[in-house]
């Protein structure tokens, strides 16, 4: 009895997701267009502005200038509960070069969860992820992978005298959310390369670490992304 429970619940949790990303899907990051793909772009740059603006979440980014090896920025992070819930969304990662200390060109990458339980509501919020380790990095080098699952995961302090110290995590959390939800923990969400924007973004296919480590290929139109980036953490 007990296997035909956990076999029902994990056929709900992938209906969940599916019936979420199909309403994500509707947006542009599930569209191999060029134009699209640069709407996602400046809607992170948005975001990152919008965190910059934000004193109590400036002053925790900047304790996190020195060590953060790159952003994942999910511009809309959706998520909907009728008993069943499901979250998903779409968003780039800029890593920072080490030795230059400049951040780099977007790399797309969708993310989605589902849930099983008593719940109701729904939000939209934008997130930033920021990847504070080498280990955390190498997560996004593949095709896909779980949030929390190797890479310690943490989600960052929120209200009064935020502060970003003692936090180990690989990968830490940040959001700016309205809605009927509380927290916004992202562990265990699966997040998986966007091949399709990646190639539609650079106009051939490409890997991830073509783009983050070789450095083989750029956007000049990703400039005010990298820019607003570099406000936020500095």
Request: no cysteine.
């Amino acid at each position: 009895m007990s296997a035909q429970i956990s076999g029902f619940q994990l056929i709900v949790r992938r209906l969940g997701i599916m019936a979420l990303l199909s309403v994500v899907g509707s947006g542009p990051a599930f569209s191999a267009d060029a134009t699209t793909q640069q709407q996602i772009v400046d809607k992170a740059q948005l975001t990152l502005e919008a965190f910059a603006s934000d004193g109590q979440l400036k002053d925790v980014f900047k304790q996190l200038s020195k060590e953060a090896r790159a952003l994942f920025i999910i511009p809309q992070f959706m998520r909907g509960a009728f008993i069943f819930g499901g979250a998903g969304g779409s968003g780039v990662l800029i890593a920072r070069d080490e030795r230059t200390g400049k951040w780099g060109d977007p790399v797309f990458y969708n993310i989605g969860s589902a849930s099983f339980g008593a719940q109701i509501g729904a939000d939209v919020s934008e997130m930033v992820l920021v990847v504070r380790t080498r280990k955390g990095l190498e997560e996004f080098y593949t095709n896909d992978f779980k949030l929390g699952a190797n890479a310690g995961m943490a989600t960052g302090p929120v209200g009064g005298g935020m502060a970003a110290q003692g936090i180990t995590a690989d990968i830490i959390s940040y959001a700016r959310q309205k809605g009927a939800f509380a927290g916004m923990a992202v562990d265990g969400a699966f997040v998986s390369v966007s091949n399709d924007s990646n190639q539609a973004y650079y106009g051939k296919p490409v890997r991830p670490t073509d783009i983050i480590v070789k450095k083989e290929i750029g956007n000049p139109k990703s400039l005010q992304l990298r820019a607003a980036a570099d406000k936020l953490m500095n």
